[in-house]
């Protein structure tokens, strides 16, 4: 599957935080979140509009990874 194209960092975090992810500081145009875990996990969203394809592409497959699922299911929630 394609990534959407267009996506911004607000929608992104939105996203996260659908899957557990929550917002723990923001520092300038960088959004930090955290899923409680297990295992605990952080990512750095740009807020950012639009993301860069591949900046989105690392974030959602990083988030996949820590997660156990699909980078497509993740996709599809944007």
Known sequence: ??????VSGD???RT???VG???VR???SHVRLQHPGPP???VTVPLHNPLKT???H???AEVALMRSITVDSLAQLL
Request: glycine share 14%.
């Open 1 to 6: 599957m394609k990534l959407p194209r267009g």
């Open 11 to 13: 929608r992104l975090v």
């Open 16 to 18: 996260l935080q659908q």
């Open 21 to 23: 992810y929550s917002i």
């Open 26 to 28: 923001q520092k300038g």
């Open 40 to 42: 605990v996990h952080k």
């Open 54 to 56: 591949g900046t989105l």
């Open 58 to 60: 690392g974030i959602l």
